[in-house]
Nanobody
Framework: QVQLVESGGGLVQAGSSLRLACAAS????????MGWFRQAPGKEREFVAA????????YYADSVKGRFTISRDNAKNTVYLQMNSLKVEDTAGYYC????????????????????WGQGTQVTVSS
């Protein structure tokens, strides 16, 4: 059974940093690209960042580019999202997800591409 468990969310002030982690089990983690998505109340889920299975490709939403960094540690079956210079508009539930395709040669910023999802961790940024 595949499980993705996010951690690291919290309440912070604008300009602060947080690092989210997503621990995976039940799948060959090192074979799959991973993504982070977020969803704010009343809004649709949106893509944040993705990383390929070999970590040689990363891709970011324009809204977080230059502030957020996605990385992975295949030895720990964990993907991370380092979030710097947080803004109030970054407030959302953050979800990690695993690609449905093994050894994909690209990353896809579309939720429908991802077959496994975590339960999410809340990030709240105050002004």
């Amino acid at each position: 059974q595949v499980q993705l468990v996010e951690s690291g969310g919290g309440l912070v002030q604008a300009g602060s940093s947080l690092r989210l982690a997503c621990a995976a089990s039940g799948l060959t983690f090192s074979s799959y690209g991973m993504g982070w998505f977020r969803q704010a109340p009343g809004k649709e889920r949106e893509f944040v960042a993705a990383i390929s299975w070999r970590a040689d490709i990363t891709y970011y939403a324009d809204s977080v580019k230059g502030r957020f960094t996605i990385s992975r540690d295949n030895a720990k079956n964990t993907v991370y999202l380092q979030m710097n210079s947080l803004k109030v508009e970054d407030t959302a539930g953050y979800y990690c997800a695993a690609d449905t395709v093994r050894f994909a040669n690209t990353v896809v910023p579309l939720a429908r591409r991802y077959g496994y999802w975590g339960q999410g961790t809340q990030v709240t940024v105050s002004s």
